[in-house]
């Protein structure tokens, strides 16, 4: 089991940073497929970053890629998502979840909704134009 609690959100002009944080009790995340999604209002949750603990791989939407960065930091059971160059399409309520150990993590259906057992509650984001 883990239970993941993310903080970090906020509201910012378009341009600006944020830097989520989603910190892991219970088993923690080595060896599994961290994730952040998002999901705005009236749409579906969408994938937005996901790292493999163990080998640090990582994968993003084409809709963040070059302007968002996801890491970890393993002796704090942290996976942190850096955003920068914020739209106000990036406003949503931002998810971290966490796959079961040694699950699949990567490949074309990285952001696959099924791929992920655990959520957190979530925390919101809000870019202003």
């Known amino acids: 089991q883990v239970q993941l609690v993310e903080s970090g959100g906020g509201s910012v002009q378009a341009g600006g940073s944020l830097r989520l944080s989603c910190a892991a009790a219970?088993?923690?995340?080595?060896?599994?497929?961290m994730g952040w999604f998002r999901q705005a209002p009236g749409k579906e949750r969408e994938g937005v970053a996901a790292i493999w603990s163990s080998t640090i791989t990582t994968s993003y939407s084409d809709s963040v890629k070059g302007r968002f960065a996801i890491s970890q930091d393993n002796a704090k059971n942290t996976v942190y998502l850096q955003m920068n160059s914020l739209k106000p399409d990036d406003t949503a309520m931002y998810y971290c979840a966490a796959g079961l150990p040694y699950g699949l993590c990567g490949g074309i259906n990285w952001s696959a909704l099924s791929r992920f057992k655990f959520w957190g509650q979530g925390t919101q984001v809000t870019v202003s134009s």
């Open positions: 219970g088993d923690g995340i080595a060896n599994k497929c």
